[in-house]
């Protein structure tokens, strides 16, 4: 799977839009972005994944760039509740048997 | 909402004991996983359940570990002889048939 690059932590003040990036500049043209989170010591939670264009849903949206070798998660409207720590991983494939594997991730903490 | 559920939440166990961490997945899904999570340290893949048979582990996933589905419901994950090393949050995940993995909320495990 090909490796990530995630800045350690970020902050963001409740109410504005969380913008998480993510490297990914050796993507192969089958592997998927994923972004999964884990609030402090919960289990991981999927978020929303994408291929090439980029992807909305009721949690957050995903833009890809161009050539995929990079990414960002948006959050709209940052919460308190969004403070966790955010993954991005890249996988061959949605579903299957590939299983996930997380790197260190960007903890991101909501302020009021 | 569906959700994956784990037991105990906190297992406190002698050096050289047996423990046994349970988890009901999904009531749909088919594919079922562990992952652990030492403090401060990443998530990690421990092993991929499918069929009745594994799918897939790591090299952590060595002779003292053990999986089973039992009965229609339960999946559970067997440390025979557990080690101070093994003390860690386990998440066990379950996923449908192409689709993504939910987690559980975890098992603390602290072995003294």
């Known amino acids: 799977d090909a490796k990530t690059t995630q800045p350690p932590s970020m902050d963001c003040a409740e109410g504005r839009a969380a913008n998480l990036p993510c490297n990914h500049s050796?993507?192969?043209?089958?592997?998927?972005v994923y972004w999964y989170r884990q609030i402090h010591s919960q289990g991981p939670q999927y978020i929303i994944h994408?291929?090439?264009n980029n992807e909305t849903n009721e949690m957050a949206s995903l833009i890809i760039t161009e050539d995929r070798k990079s990414s960002t998660l948006i959050l709209p409207h940052a919460t308190l509740r969004d403070t966790a720590v955010y993954y991005c991983?890249?996988?061959?494939?949605?579903?299957?048997?590939?299983?996930?594997?997380f790197g260190k991730g960007t903890m991101l903490l909501v302020s009021p | 909402e569906p959700e994956v559920t784990q037991t105990p939440s906190h297992q406190v166990t002698q050096m050289g004991q047996e423990v046994i961490l349970r988890c009901v997945p999904i009531?749909?899904?088919?594919?079922f996983y562990w992952y652990r999570q030492i403090l401060g340290q990443k998530v990690e893949f421990l092993v991929s359940?499918?069929?009745?048979?594994?799918?897939?582990k790591s090299e952590i996933f060595d002779d003292q570990f053990s999986v089973e589905r039992p009965d229609g419901s339960n999946f559970t994950l067997k440390i025979r002889s557990t080690k101070l090393e093994d003390s860690a949050m386990y998440f066990c995940?379950?996923?449908?048939?192409?689709?993504?993995?939910?987690f559980g909320p975890g098992t603390r495990l602290t072995v003294l």
């Open positions: 359940f499918y069929n009745n048979e594994i799918s897939e």
């Open positions: 991983i890249v996988r061959p494939s949605p579903g299957g048997y590939s299983t996930l594997t």
């Open positions: 009531s749909n899904h088919l594919y």
């Open positions: 995940a379950s996923r449908a048939t192409g689709g993504e993995q939910f």
């Open positions: 994408g291929l090439k």
């Open positions: 050796t993507i192969s043209g089958n592997e998927y």
